[in-house]
């Protein structure tokens, strides 16, 4: 059902595995600054240490080769390699660091997937006005070019940002990922606007000082639920899907993949709601100008990240302040036949997953798609015969199948998240989505893999071989 060529891998990030919080000449990030403050994560937890892979590398490649990956999608450490947020004092142990994950991975015929940003900012860098400031667009390119100098001759797929939708909603409207912003209905579009900057001006200097010689492709990843009226007769309840889905995935794919700017609705809708509630600061969603880089254009290929579905309908405007869900004006329902896999949010539809791909299909233009992530978690007691996480993972790449065979969908790839269980965020510890088990509880952090690991073992290999014989 999968070519040959297909990509299987699996998705971690540098401040949910890595630890080593200030070893070797780390810098903070903001991560570090907030998992420290009380009541911020569940039960006071922190990254400090983590799934310590940057002692335990060679632990995670031996997970790696028990799944016989043919890709691993890891991210950098802006922090790590740049204590001071800027290519003046680099730090020459984390370059060995990442050199040594990326030339055993290729040693072991494994191709790495690097994200450059993933949630991490260097808290220097906070502290001079972070990702609201302007100017963290150049010190973001600056980083970047130094990593595909650095990097380069041997990553051939890179992510510049990870969920700019997430990073930017949890941080800067409801405050409960780092840096803990509460500013609603204002923040997360200035926040968005730079990351969005940001971005562009790395995929120009790949394409202009990279591309050439390192031959390789750049995106970023962007997460989408897959949206459907709640009543599909409504009209308003199908506007209102329109609404939410621009406001959600086409905050960022649009700009990219279809006009340079953001979704017509989307600025309407926040414009109508400014004027109602009688705001009268500067335009809320902020504008291009001519000199930012062009945006139009720039990914190589449509990362994304696909957890679960909802059902839309009109509503939330009723909010008498300023706020994104009032700007949106949708409300969304979990399906009650749709099962909850551990954590309250994931409710498992497979369907959604091809229907969001034949989406992207039509909307931006057919692109080549890779599933920079897409997982079920564990929470509360362990199980390690996790049945229901193995059916889960192989109804969803059974909709990645059809929605390649059936509506021809240029999916190139598909990555589990994720390696191991590690930091969810604000869930601490307490949320598991590892394909491996972690056991935080003994120093050695040993990894075992669960049944959910197997199965996707299996999965990849008979792809792999069946490959071999075409
Ligand atoms: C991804 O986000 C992240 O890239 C990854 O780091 C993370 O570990 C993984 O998923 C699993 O969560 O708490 O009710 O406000 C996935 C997209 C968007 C899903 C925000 C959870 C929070 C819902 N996430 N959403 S809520």
Not at 41 to 61: H, I, T
Not at 68 to 75: A, E, I, M, Q, V
Not at 93 to 101: A, D, H, I, T
Not at 412 to 441: K, P
Request: aromatic share 14%; charged share 20%.
């Amino acid at each position: 059902m999968f070519p040959s060529d297909f990509a299987w891998g699996a998705s971690t990030s540098a401040y949910q595995i890595e630890g080593g919080w200030q070893a070797d000449g780390k810098g903070p990030s903001i991560w570090d600054t907030f998992s420290h403050e009380k009541g911020r994560v569940f039960e006071d937890q922190n990254g400090d240490v983590a799934c310590n892979s940057y002692e335990l590398w060679e632990k995670d490649l031996e997970c790696i080769q028990q799944l016989g990956l043919t890709h691993y999608r890891l991210s950098f450490s802006w922090a790590r390699l740049l204590p001071d947020g800027t290519t003046r004092n680099v730090n020459h142990k984390s370059v060995q660091y990442y050199n040594r994950v990326i030339d055993d991975l290729l040693a072991c015929h494994v191709s790495p997937m690097v994200t450059l940003y993933h949630f991490d900012l260097p808290q220097v860098l906070e502290d001079l006005g972070g990702w609201k400031s302007p100017g963290i667009a150049t010190l973001f390119d600056n980083y970047a070019k130094f990593c595909f100098q650095t990097f380069g001759d041997r990553v051939k797929l890179w992510l510049t940002i990870n969920e700019p939708l997430t990073f930017a909603k949890l941080g800067y409207e409801d405050g409960i990922h780092a840096p803990g912003v509460k500013e609603k209905g204002i923040s997360a579009y200035q926040v968005g606007h730079n990351l969005l900057r940001a971005h562009a001006m790395a995929w120009h200097s790949y394409d202009s000082e990279y591309r050439a010689t390192q031959r390789g492709a750049v995106s970023l990843a962007l997460n989408s639920d897959w949206l459907e009226p709640l009543n599909p007769d409504s009209n308003e309840d199908i506007t209102a899907t329109e609404r939410d889905l621009a406001f959600t995935l086409g905050w960022f794919a649009w700009p990219v993949f279809v006009t340079g700017d953001y979704p017509e609705i989307m600025r309407s809708a926040i414009e109508h709601r400014s004027k109602k509630l009688g705001y009268s600061g500067p335009p809320r969603l902020p504008s291009f100008s001519k000199d930012d880089p062009t945006i139009l254009g720039t990914a190589d290929f449509f990362a994304l990240n696909y957890y679960t579905s909802r059902k839309v309908k009109a509503g939330g405007d009723a909010e008498q302040t300023l706020c994104m869900k009032s700007d949106r004006d949708a409300l969304e329902f979990i399906d009650p036949s749709w099962p909850i896999c551990g954590v309250s949010w994931l409710a498992v539809v497979p369907y959604g997953l091809r229907k969001l791909l034949k989406y992207m299909k039509d909307t931006f233009n057919d692109p080549t798609v890779y599933i920079t992530e897409n997982g079920f978690s564990q929470m509360g007691p362990l199980q390690m015969e996790d049945v229901q996480r193995c059916e889960f993972s192989s109804n969803t790449i059974l909709e990645v199948a059809k929605a390649m065979q059936e509506d021809g969908v240029k999916v190139h790839g598909y990555f589990a998240w994720s390696l191991m269980d590690n930091f969810e965020w604000a869930d601490g510890f307490s949320v598991r989505f590892g394909l491996f088990h972690v056991d935080f509880s003994d120093a050695k952090l040993s990894r075992t893999m669960y049944l959910y690991g197997q199965e996707f073992a299996k999965i990849i290999s008979k792809h792999q071989k069946s490959g071999q014989t075409q």
